[in-house]
């Protein structure tokens, strides 16, 4: 008897010790502050709940600080992190260099062939994924359907940014704090220069031509920066170049912005209840110079996993759950179905639930279909990538060149120096990409 008792305790002590063991795996997961994924950290128990044995860590930072810290980490196989939220331009320079895990193979009810073809095609190499998308967006333009009431306009569904510089023009009125236009003016290669890459494009400009020479001393971006400069200076909120995307947002939803040009995946917040505007914004395509571009990204927020990770497993289950339809379910039960992660799959834009409650649904759909990273500019081009230049470099061109732009939105410099220091700066740093290949 004695024996017995005593076998069954040593039993259960080892079923506890097994039990403790599954519960202390964890993961960390390093994301971007902004909705979407803060909302997804505020879903953690419901994971947690469903897999007792892991637990999540967060790691959440600025976009530019996430990217400088996620980066360092991966190249330097450093091992901090389990889950990277990295997005559509690191996803296949990473996995060539063999830094990330496929993610093929997911559970079948995950069903990745329902992600939207150009956000998938965005996040494979050599046909295999290598991130599971969050959320993904295009670019849009965002406006006071008041505003353009009140003074007798009517935005285009495909407006021309002649069309947008006489309104925000016609709609400013700083004595009550409403700019005519906000956009974004904080250095960075995936801030200021998301969106002037993309205008850009449709200006006709280009980072390179088909040598891979710098084009900043064209006249197609000199026409794309003075046309910037002179409308923000002349009608945007003041201290410009310190607005990024999450600071922009913030003065729409506050009622300060007459025309916001920017990330679809704005539009649940800018509608959302606790917008000053919510009943109160209308949507249209990114704008165009009617030379066949107009100024719509491709990109998205996605969950991938290093190869450095001790925990790939645990890793696998999370990112599946994030990004999986039950996922969508479960935000749609507890906060409605606007507010679910927009651009990935095509079923929910097959949800008519779905399609009632976000009105900037069918626009967001609309232009992420008609990006093509292959073909950005109106010219031929060398390179792909919409918003950015699909290369290693362009992490570091980018954030100079940014810099450069910032710079002259803020006067510190002129927009003919911003584009010659541009020039100079991208030259460089090619040539030596070149030399040390």
Same mark, same amino acid.
């Given at each position: ?50 897999? $007792? ?23 330097? @196989? ?14 296949? %320079? ?43 967006? +295009? ?46 003016? @904080? ?26 020479? $710098? ?6 971006? @000199? !026409?794309? %920066? ?13 201290? !410009? ?14 009622? @300060?912005?007459?025309?916001? %040009? ?12 606790? +917008? ?29 996993? $290093? /190869?450095?990770? #001790? ?19 479960? #935000? ?5 179905? +606007?507010?679910?992660? $927009? ?37 031929? #081009? ?13 992490? +570091? ?31 460089? %740093?090619? /040539? ?6």
């Amino acid at each position: 008897m004695t024996i017995r008792i005593a076998a069954a305790l040593t039993a259960a002590a080892l079923l506890a010790c097994s039990a403790f063991a599954r519960a202390e795996t964890t993961i960390t997961i390093a994301t971007v502050n902004n909705g979407d994924m803060i909302r997804m950290q505020g879903f953690s128990a419901e994971f947690e709940k469903a897999n $007792p044995e892991i637990k999540l860590d967060w790691v959440v930072l600025e976009e530019n600080v996430l990217r400088q810290r996620v980066t360092t980490d991966i190249a330097t @196989k450093g091992g901090q992190f389990d889950v990277l939220t990295i997005g559509t331009y690191e996803v296949p %320079i990473w996995a060539e260099r063999g830094w990330l895990v496929t993610l093929d193979g997911l559970p079948a009810d995950y069903d990745a062939e329902d992600i939207l073809p150009p956000i998938r095609q965005g996040l494979s190499f050599k046909g295999k994924m290598y991130a599971v998308p969050f959320y993904g967006e +295009s670019s849009f333009t965002m406006y006071r359907t008041d505003l353009f009431k009140k003074a007798g306009l009517e935005m285009p569904e495909k407006p021309t940014w002649d069309f947008i510089k006489d309104a925000a023009r016609k709609l400013a009125d700083k004595s009550t704090e409403v700019y005519g236009i906000c956009l974004r003016g @904080k250095p960075g290669w995936g801030e200021n220069m998301a969106f002037l890459t993309a205008m850009a494009n449709a200006y006709g400009a280009r980072w390179f031509d088909m040598n891979w020479k $710098p084009q900043f001393d064209g006249e197609a971006w @000199k !026409a794309t %920066i003075t046309d910037y400069v002179e409308l923000m200076n002349e009608v945007g909120p003041p201290n !410009a170049s310190a607005n990024g995307y999450k600071e922009n947002l913030a003065l729409f939803r506050a009622g @300060k912005c007459a025309i916001w %040009i920017d990330a679809t995946a704005a539009g649940q917040f800018v509608t959302n209840a606790d +917008s000053a505007v919510a009943n109160r914004v209308g949507f249209a395509l990114a704008p165009d110079t009617g030379l066949g571009k107009s100024a719509n990204w491709l990109w998205a927020w996605a969950l991938a996993i $290093p /190869e450095s990770s #001790v925990n790939k497993d645990a890793a696998k289950k999370f990112v599946a759950w994030a990004t999986s339809k039950h996922y969508l379910e479960l #935000v749609a039960a507890k906060e409605g179905w +606007s507010n679910v992660p $927009p651009g990935t799959r095509r079923s929910l834009y097959e949800n008519r639930a779905y399609l009632d409650a976000a009105p900037f649904a069918r626009i967001t759909l609309a232009s992420i279909l008609a990006a093509d990273p292959s073909h950005p500019t109106v010219e031929q #081009v060398p390179y792909t990538g919409i918003q950015f230049v699909a290369i290693p470099e362009f992490q +570091s061109i980018g954030t100079a060149v940014g810099n450069r732009f910032a710079a002259a939105l803020s006067g510190t410099i002129p927009i003919n120096e911003a584009l010659g220091n541009a020039q100079w700066v991208t030259g460089k %740093i090619i /040539e030596r990409a070149r030399f040390l290949q």
